[in-house]
């Protein structure tokens, strides 16, 4: 189970649990859906030697509050995520994200002012086309999905999560992925932010990728099937000086598949220091 975020900031009726810790510049992990920041943490707390980390869940998902009639689309998150850095009092911190994380540091900065000191944009959500077909099944009938036995949710959850994955999941880490989504709040929650999802959200800033005024790196699994490494390549182009590594052997859950060499490509972007030995929490 994933460690628990003990703090609390309440948000037009969201209730958002994060955490910080370590000690030098800011540095901010946002996840993705149907992740949460549990995905993140093994490859963030070795950086707590140099950074001070921030993970969150947002809200309907991990330890964050779900409402089975909440917003928690992405225009929400962009705006929340820009609030939240308020908050911190960070003015321009580190950002890495993931999936639909990606999605909402990009809002956050393009259209709420978020600053950031760099960005690190891994398998992201950016670009048309986004969401399998079972996205727009469930988003076509999510009160009938919401209603799923028990044992069926939790089948059909576990094979959705897997096929995320270039590598066998380990047992532990399908337990830690489907936990957030189990009992009824977690899948009324988990159905919910699908049948929230539109392309239209990334739409809206794909035109303005040209005025990202922070450095930027790319890193794509090269097996992806969620959103394949021609997304990352189309990304990459897009934004003016942005870098970009591609990572063999490794699907849209990155981090489980290709921890070392996400690790250390995370290790040669952020700014330099002692070096750290990332793959320690791996061995």
Not at 18 to 45: D, K, M, N
Not at 152 to 169: D, K, S, T
């Amino acid at each position: 189970m994933p460690r628990s975020l003990p703090e609390r900031v309440e948000w037009r009726g969201h209730s958002i649990a994060w955490q910080s810790f370590g000690a030098g510049p800011a540095l901010v992990f946002l996840h993705g859906t149907p992740w949460s920041s549990a995905l993140w943490r093994p490859i963030a707390e070795p950086l707590a030697d140099r950074f001070t980390v921030f993970l969150w869940d947002m809200p309907g998902y991990g330890q964050s509050s779900k409402g089975s009639d909440a917003r928690v689309d992405l225009g929400v998150q962009g705006e929340l995520f820009a609030h939240l850095l308020e908050i911190w009092g960070l003015d321009a911190p580190h950002v890495v994200a993931h999936d639909f994380g990606g999605a909402v540091a990009l809002r956050a900065h393009l259209l709420h002012g978020a600053r950031y000191d760099s960005l690190c944009l891994v398998d992201v959500v950016a670009l048309r086309p986004w969401g399998s077909p079972f996205f727009t099944l469930v988003r076509d009938n999510a009160d009938v999905f919401t209603q799923l036995p028990t044992a069926v949710h939790r089948g059909a959850l576990e094979a959705y999560i897997a096929g995320a994955a270039h590598q066998r999941l380990r047992p532990d880490d399908l337990d830690m992925l489907v936990a957030p989504w189990l009992g009824d709040d977690g899948q009324a929650a988990f159905y919910l932010q699908i049948a929230q999802a539109d392309e239209r959200f990334t739409d809206e800033i794909e035109p303005m990728y040209h005025q990202i005024r922070a450095p930027t790196h790319v890193i794509w699994g090269t097996d992806d099937t969620w959103l394949p490494i021609d997304a990352g390549r189309r990304l990459h182009a897009l934004i003016p000086g942005a870098t970009m590594t591609e990572i063999p052997d490794a699907g849209h859950l990155i981090q489980i598949d290709a921890p070392a060499a996400l690790a250390t490509a995370l290790t040669r972007w952020l700014p330099s220091g002692p070096e750290l030995d990332l793959l320690s929490a791996w061995r």
